[in-house]
């Protein structure tokens, strides 16, 4: 038994060792194919602005090169940050209470606020979606709105995906300057007061700003090839004063390219890893699905605005995964914030069908009363649902549903058991 033992020990750290050693395996994959992206964007910016070609082939060759840029990308960041990182250990229990300090309130208003942005794409100025025009509007809740002022908030947003960097930096060097005039045990308690503190807002802005920043930074990139009385034009989508791959657009495709190597990656790894100074903790695995829901949520918005039902179709598919992970998985170890996500994303799967439904032809205030009906509804049924969940819960037991349970499961468990003692 003994020698059991220590072959199973053995075991273990042959798999703990199997493990990292293929740690930086995957993270070299991963560097390999953020290098390819480079060159590819490289060649993004190189072939459709110097071959001699039209402009209809331009855009094709634009597209697919653009494509296989962010999906190098996401290889890169799978690769480095999922696949090749240490599984983290959630052995924290799932708890109810948490205390309501200033971290944990900003990471309760950042889950509210991607509510907010990730339900606005239920809606799309390019079709009364549900009766009213206000709430069309609201599809740039997240995304910037094509318009003159978008070169303003372009140039805003690039300076703003270097924000993770700007921050970091900023923070040490106000610390280092610190050091040299209050001293070391002065900036040691300045960090052990205020570190979860300056945590959390770089996490909000990481969480907020995520489909804002990547959206706007895809609108750069987008263009519309139209041909008019024999004549063809390339615009930018996002202002179509500006003529694409030429003049101020080079600018937007370069800037657009580094904006999304340098952000893109942090942002996203950032969003599991800054959420550890508050109480409110999620999976960083499910984090990372999430961003990427994210990122596809704001591609379809920007580059096929105007076909409803691929764009539809993909909202919807988004809904319903975010919908079941949060079910299934419970991401979050506080119990109430996974309800109150659940809830959340129903009321965004209630949105996305009525969208559908206004689509298919219905009356115009349709639509907008059954989002009405539908999100009052389903908030009663949710109230009813939890509130009674315990009580029901307790008649189970009363009945004895568990008791039985629990019953068959520990005979299972003392057979199991019984049959290893008599093989030792």
Known sequence: MDNESDSEDDDSIDIDTAKESKNPYFKRVGKLFLLLAVIVGILVVILPTTLDLKLNTNAVIFRILFGIFMFCLFLCILMIYVVGSSGEAWEDPSVMDIHFNFTNIIIIVGIIIEFIQVCSFSFNLGSQFTGSEQLRWFNYAAVPAPNKSFRVLYWILFVFAFSPYIFVVSVRLILYFMTRKMGENYTANFIAKYQQKIYSVLWFLVNTMYLPVISTMFGGEDCSVRTNNNVTTATLDSDPNISCFKGLHISFMICSLIALVIYYPAASFAQSQTQNISEIKFKPRVVFIFAQGKVVLAAMTVFATTLITTYLGAVLAVNIIFLIINIVLKPCLVDWVNRMRTVLYSLCLVATICSWIAYGGAPSVLPLIL??????????????????????????????????????????????NSTELNKV
């Not at 389903?378 to 568990?402: E, M």
């Open 371 to 416: 989002l009405i009906v539908g999100w009052v509804g389903l908030s009663i049924l949710f109230y009813l649902f939890y509130k009674l969940k315990p009580t029901l819960s307790d008649t189970l037991i009363s009945l004895g549903i568990r008791k039985r349970k629990n019953l068959s499961v520990s005979r299972s468990n003392s057979t199991i």
